[in-house]
């Protein structure tokens, strides 16, 4: 009896405040007033916030060129399995009309491009973007090895399938002095992407660390001769490659592909004016009826210059104060009917 009295007792929680839920405790109580006044608030918070983005977005300075139809010839001739080796350039000019003041940066934008297909996103071999093993090639679908049974490195229809325009932007300083726009091609990318997930093989000589490997099928150079001149990053960590591995969550998407040194004519951003792009066509997009655009943007502190974020806060800002207007009626009204018709007690 003693012993099954004492095992009982040992399985009881202590006799403290905490474990026998004798802590002291606040029970909030709002009146209608507390919550009208914190739905009014909220919703002036979420206008305010969704004007001052919509206004951040309208001030940046923003020109899109699609090139799809431009280089029309090109497509024709590039896109032609027989013709796949042959290069061709087309020249786009534009006039610039207002000065883009402060940071510019180059994207291309791709229009009916899936990158968010789920097999799409898979076929990739994390272990050799990080450089652990340039021979494994186990996610890699279609793309694992050649018909010779040659590892790819990298393997994947992602990195297959990267885009390989060449764009070259020119400012014409006068009718008959024309210069190339500085820009750096290193500073584009996530930090975590660059110094983590994406890494070489630990060699000082990359052709050697990449033996035994065959370059993609759509690839014109191997993943070591991926160089920038700017700042000789080769190899995985090339930085157009870097940008183009994360995939877009949407068919049309923009990615970053260059950014203004300002120096020389352009300290202050890009000045107005004429220009031109002298783009090298090697991207296919006439295959899936897609289309191709080069962006010229700059950037505030809000991001670019999309406004969904703007009009989403907007948005609920103007359903909470629908909300707020809609709960002081209801209040108003059960008010007024319990100061007409009050309560009556009846003694029996």
């Known amino acids: 009896m003693d012993r099954t009295s ?18 002291p405790a606040y029970r909030l109580q709002l009146s209608a ?27 940046i ?45 180059m994207y291309y934008k791709l ?15 994390n272990s050799q973007l990080m450089g652990r093993d ?16 040659t590892p790819i490195c990298p393997c994947g229809a992602i990195a297959n399938s990267i885009f390989n325009d060449t ?34 093989p630990n060699s000082n000589n990359l052709p050697s660390a990449f033996a035994g490997t065959a370059k993609p099928p759509h690839w014109s150079k191997p993943v070591y001769e991926l160089d920038e001149e700017d700042s000789g990053n080769s190899g995985f960590i090339n930085e157009d490659f870097i940008v183009w591995m994360r995939t877009a969550a949407f068919p049309t998407f923009k990615k970053l592909h260059r950014r203004l040194n300002r120096i020389q004519y352009f300290t202050e951003g890009l000045p107005a004016g004429n220009y031109s792009f002298n783009i090298t066509y090697n991207f ?10 080069v962006v010229l943007s700059t950037l505030t502190w809000s991001g670019g210059s999309s406004l969904f974020l703007g009009l989403a806060y907007t948005v609920t800002g103007a359903m ?29």
């Open 33 to 59: 007033t507390k919550v009208l006044s914190g739905f009014f608030a909220t919703g002036a918070f979420c206008l305010g916030m969704g004007i001052v983005l919509i206004l951040s977005a309208k001030s």
């Open 111 to 125: 229009y009916g491009f899936h990158q968010n297909l789920y097999r799409y996103i898979l076929s990739r071999s």
């Open 6 to 23: 004492q095992s009982c007792r040992s399985r009881l929680p202590d006799n403290t405040a905490l474990k026998q839920q004798r802590l």
């Open 167 to 200: 764009i070259i932007l020119s400012y014409n300083l006068t009718s008959s002095v024309r210069i190339k726009v500085p820009m750096l091609s290193n500073g584009i990318t996530w930090w975590t992407d660059k110094f983590i997930k994406f890494q070489n």
């Open 134 to 149: 340039v021979k494994d090639v186990g996610n890699c679908d279609s793309f694992r090895k050649t018909h010779n049974g």
């Open 284 to 293: 296919p997009v006439t295959r899936f009826q897609g289309e191709k655009s």
């Open 61 to 105: 300075k923003e020109i899109e060129i699609n090139y799809t139809n431009i280089c029309a010839n090109c497509a024709e001739l590039r896109e032609n399995a027989i013709n796949f080796d042959k290069e061709c350039t087309c020249s786009i000019p534009f006039y610039l009309p207002d000065t883009m003041q402060g940071n510019v940066y």
């Open 320 to 348: 909470t104060w629908l909300a707020s207007f809609s709960m002081m009626a209801i209040h108003l009204m059960r008010k007024e009917k319990k100061m007409f018709f009050p309560s009556c007690q009846v003694k029996l």
